[in-house]
């Protein structure tokens, strides 16, 4: 796909320590999100599998795998458009769960699929600390205009 060699964020001096934190008192810091990576074409975060994250059989819990992966894509969205314009929310959210994991950390990677005017699509993979694919979901953000 062409926009992999591009780089996609509206602010193409976009750095890696700008997005030191996670907006404060919201689902991803209680979670402990953090970043890991933003690259040309890429946005990674990562969250802990533990308490906060568990369900009852002490594996990851499916919904906290679509809170990474809705954050991490909606986040990316936002940093593609001109946020003084507009606003990017979650339109819609679909994920397959592939494999349990019990400790450590997932890294959700989102990578678009489709950056339009008024929607976006990212894919959004799970790996667990071995790299192993854990869930991939799909994303579709709308973009509306601020009014």
Avoid at 85 to 102: D, P, S, T, W, Y
């Amino acid at each position: 796909m062409a926009l992999e060699n591009n780089i996609i964020w509206f602010n193409k001096d976009l750095q890696f320590p700008s997005l030191k934190t996670t907006a404060p008192a919201t689902m991803a810091e209680h979670l402990g999100m953090e970043w890991v990576a933003l690259g040309p074409g890429f946005l990674s975060l990562k969250m802990p599998v533990d308490e906060r994250t568990h369900q009852p059989y002490g594996l990851l819990h499916g919904g906290a795998s679509c809170a990474l992966a809705e954050t991490v894509g909606s986040i990316a969205s936002y940093l593609v458009i001109d946020s003084e314009k507009f606003i990017c929310v979650g339109l819609e959210i679909n994920a397959n769960h592939i494999r349990g994991v019990r400790s450590g950390y997932v890294t959700g990677i989102a990578t678009p699929l489709h950056l339009g005017s008024t929607t976006h699509v990212w894919d959004i993979k799970i790996n667990d600390d071995a790299g192993k694919l854990v869930c991939i979901s799909r994303l579709t953000v709308a973009i509306l205009q601020k009014k």
